[in-house]
């Protein structure tokens, strides 16, 4: 990897991270594009670069990243099926993260899923708090983000439109939970 092919993989990752597109997605056909081979620290790099883009999180919810000992144990409910299926199958993500193919499909998919999304959650309810059980299953939801070309935040964001919470609030604890 040159200095040019990391710029363009950078810039790749500062505009689509907080979409609910695959950031990850477009960066592997970023990097297919520039004729890169996806090594080990084309690998490590991508990972990387990803992590300062979650720290903008914290950046941007300073002040409501200080929360209750209680939300970050949703969070940590919320994380437990990815890291637990995650480490279970990390071998088969691997050989999908390689697969053109699996990325394009999940790409396109995606954004027809994405053209529906609002017709059909557009009822939250009136009751906001995220339990522990609702911090579960959009924890469930994040893991569908495993499979390369499907977004890790739009994946939490519908988990959370589907337990009724509103736009808002399912985007922040997405945010939260990255």
Known sequence: MDIFQAIIIAIVEGITEFLPISSTGHMIITQKLLGMEPDSFVKLFTVNIQFG??????????KRFFQTFDFYVKLFIAFLPAAILGFLFSGYIDQMLESVFVLAV???LGGVFLLFIDSWFNNPSEDQKISFRKA???????????????????????????????????????????
């Open 53 to 62: 883009a979650i720290l903008s999180v914290i950046v941007l919810y300073w």
């Open 106 to 108: 999940s790409l396109v």
């Open 136 to 178: 579960l299953i959009i924890g469930f939801f994040q893991v569908i983000a495993m499979i390369p070309g499907v977004s890790r935040s739009a994946a939490t964001i519908i988990g959370g439109l589907t337990q009724k919470l509103t736009r808002k609030n399912a985007t922040e604890f997405s945010f939260f939970l990255a």
